[in-house]
Each structure stands twice: as C-alpha cells, then as structure tokens.
Nanobody
Framework: QVHLVESGGGLVQAGGSLRLSCTTA????????MAWFRQAPGKEREFVGL????????YYSDSVKGRFTLSRDNAKKTSYLQMNNLKPEDTAEYYC?????????????????WGQGTQVSVSS
C-alpha cells in the first residue's frame, strides 16, 4: 500500500504564494507519475498538473499554467506544487495523487493512490 501525505496548505492573500509537498511514505516517487488535483466546495475534483514518471517535464491545466510549478525530488520521496500569484478562485482542497503508469492522464479515475488533502484558502 502506498501512502501519500500532503502538507503546506494554509490561508494566503491574493497574489501570495504557497508550496505544497507530497511525500510517498516508504516508497520512492521515482516509481510513480505524480499529480495534483483540487476540489472547491460544490465542484468536481479538477486536475491541476502532473510530473510523468520517466520524464521530469511537468504538464499543467490551463487554469494554473504560468503560475504553478510542479517538481519532484525522488531522493526525498517528495513532489512539490509551488503556487504563485494565487487567486481567490484557487481556493480548494488540494490532493496529491500517484499512479504506476507513465505518460499524461488527467482523469481522477486513472490514479491509484491519493493523499488526504490539504486546504488552500486565498482571500481577496
């Protein structure tokens, strides 16, 4: 069983920054495609971005491209979501997800492992 643990959420003003971390307890992130999703109240879970398993070239949703940066440090078993220029519409519960396949997939159902979520709130 793979356990994902997110951290780094919080409350920030619009225009501010936060960095989320996702640790794969006991297992190297190098085995996985590592992704982030988010879910705002009353809305469906939304794909944010992905770092593929074999290529360290992130893929982003249009809503965060240019503001968010994904990265991974396999030695530390951790992936990161750096969020800059945050907007009130970025307010959501953010989830880390992992999968053993390679490539780019954005559907929630394609991911096998999920963290518990961390709340990000952006005030205007």
């Amino acid at each position: 069983q793979v356990h994902l643990v997110e951290s780094g959420g919080g409350l920030v003003q619009a225009g501010g920054s936060l960095r989320l971390s996702c640790t794969t307890a006991g297992v190297s992130t190098g085995w996985f495609a590592m992704a982030w999703f988010r879910q705002a109240p009353g809305k469906e879970r939304e794909f944010v971005g992905l770092v593929p398993r074999s290529v360290n070239i992130p893929y982003y949703s249009d809503s965060v491209k240019g503001r968010f940066t994904l990265s991974r440090d396999n030695a530390k078993k951790t992936s990161y979501l750096q969020m800059n220029n945050l907007k009130p519409e970025d307010t959501a519960e953010y989830y880390c997800a992992a999968a053993l396949w390679d490539g780019i997939r954005t559907a929630e159902g394609d991911y096998d492992y999920w963290g518990q979520g961390t709340q990000v709130s952006v005030s205007s």
